[in-house]
């Protein structure tokens, strides 16, 4: 292990400062792009139905690639704990626009498919990697509060992409095409801004590795001499090489169950509803669909700010247990009584999707706190890889669903996994909120 022998005060605790802020905003935009890119495909696919014939099979296919994509978080995670987290964030934003401008180039939809995966593990970089070394750099300070913020900027991402999708239209059954691509837009504002403001190594990774004088290279660079690694960090063990499997050791395992469960199911029910929102309400007989659109995604970003001011107010195993319950009863209730009026569904619909909303909050922080650093990018990443296979099943299902039982047959089976979600957190959940862990003790 290199050693360093000067006295330099934890860089983790320097006041926030201009490398925060470039990794900070190299990491917005890179949510911005991801939430824009996952999103667009509903509007499309819902705009391809109307000029091509698409079976129910292909729209979930196609809706679910980029989801399953995403599932190369683990692979993306342990390469990233063995190269660092600078490589792949500087490439990975340009990757992605070129794969989303070759939907320009072809209507097939099994080729379609096979962009759409592409296109998912490149967001499955900024996910996993972008969300280690922004925790890995931001001060102790900021980091848990600045993490559950990046939420705001995925969902006006999203939603930018549902209104985007929404305004386009002219091209005939060219327009879905059309309406995919516009995902390049955002992903390469965001390769361009990591290329002229370039993002550093993670300092704490390099000490991971027994890299310390270079991580204190880094650190005096961008945050000058005064400043350094952690004396914990110093004396730790170099890691090498680590197995994956070591996360379903007994150290680790509940941690990654919970993880990877609470945001699969969770992931189940927002993506599957949101991605294919407009044939949703076609079902539940709710004709302005433009309105309800509105509705949806106000109550979606109301929610992601809803959850942000009471994000460490309470602990973070009550607040999963408390939104997996209220959510699931929610859509119980528009599953059970499709009776109601088309008024009242909108209105418990619009609270659904506020509380729902609110929960993915916790996307980025918990899974990060669950792991510590030896094994963070892959934890995280083999969480979201869980997560992706609940994302990428809820989006495949829903319009299958709806086909064959209508939207109260999918609604029924969302509120079932929500279920399953309460109750996992309610029994194996961890605190990991270091506020509420301190007056426990």
Same mark, same amino acid.
């Given at each position: 292990m290199e050693n360093n022998t000067n006295i330099k005060k934890n860089y983790k605790k320097a006041p926030l400062s201009e490398v925060h802020i470039r990794v900070l905003i190299a990491v917005i935009l890179g949510q911005i792009a991801c939430g824009f890119g996952l999103g667009i495909s509903g509007t499309a696919l819902t705009n391809a139905s109307k000029y091509i014939q698409i079976s129910s099979l292909w729209t979930g296919l196609i809706g679910a690639g980029s989801l399953i994509g995403l599932a190369g978080s683990i692979v993306v995670g342990r390469l990233s704990d063995k190269i660092g987290r600078r490589k792949l964030l500087m490439i990975n934003m340009y990757i992605l626009a070129g794969l989303t401008l070759l939907h320009l180039l072809t209507a097939n939809f099994f080729l379609t498919f096979l962009l759409r995966i592409g296109i998912?593990?490149?967001?499955?970089?900024?996910?996993?990697?972008?969300?280690?070394?922004?925790?890995?750099?931001?001060? /102790?300070?900021?980091?848990?509060?600045?993490?559950?913020?990046?939420?705001?900027?995925?969902?006006?991402?999203?939603i930018a992409s549902y209104i985007t999708g929404s305004l386009i239209d002219g091209f005939g059954a060219y327009t879905w095409q059309i309406i995919l691509a516009t995902g390049a837009i955002p992903a390469l504002i965001t390769a361009l801004f990591r290329s002229f403001f370039p993002l550093p190594a993670s300092p704490s990774w390099?000490?991971?590795?027994?890299?310390? /004088?270079?991580a204190n290279k880094v650190i005096d660079k961008h945050l000058g001499r005064n400043w350094g690694i952690s004396p914990k960090l110093k004396h730790i063990?170099?890691? /090498?090489?680590?197995?994956?499997?070591?996360?379903?050791?007994?150290?680790?395992?509940?941690?990654?169950l919970v993880g990877g469960l609470f945001y699969a199911c969770q992931a189940f029910a927002f993506f599957g509803i949101s991605i294919f929102l407009p044939i949703l309400l076609q079902s539940m007989n709710i004709n302005n669909q433009a309105v309800s659109g509105i509705l949806y995604n106000g109550g979606m970003f109301i929610g992601v700010l809803l959850g942000i001011i009471i994000f460490n107010r309470i602990s973070r195993r009550s607040f999963l247990i408390n939104n997996f319950l209220f959510s699931e009863i929610l859509i119980g209730i528009l599953a059970l009584m499709p009776q109601i009026?088309?008024?009242?569904?909108?209105l418990v619909?619009?609270?659904?999707?506020?509380?729902?909303?609110?929960?993915?909050?916790?996307?980025?922080?918990?899974?990060?706190?669950l792991f510590d650093i030896k094994v963070r990018a892959t934890g995280v990443g083999t969480c979201i890889t869980i997560s992706r296979i609940g994302a990428a099943a809820g989006t495949f299902l829903l319009p299958i669903l709806t086909d064959v039982g209508g939207a109260g047959l999918a609604m029924l089976v969302c509120a079932g996994v929500l279920l399953f979600a309460f109750l996992i957190c309610l029994i194996w959940a961890p605190e990991t909120s270091p506020k509420f862990i301190k007056n426990t003790k």
């Open positions: 998912g593990l490149m967001i499955a970089i900024d996910y996993t990697v972008g969300n280690a070394l922004l925790t890995e750099w931001l001060p /102790k300070s900021e980091g848990s509060k600045r993490q559950s913020h990046l939420l705001i900027y995925w969902t006006i991402g999203f390099l000490a991971s590795r027994g890299k310390v /004088k270079t063990k170099p890691v /090498k090489s680590m197995s994956w499997t070591i996360l379903f050791s007994k150290k680790y395992i509940r941690q990654t009026s088309s008024i009242l569904k909108l619909f619009s609270v659904f999707s506020i509380v729902l909303s609110s929960g993915l909050v916790l996307d980025y922080s918990y899974p990060t706190e």
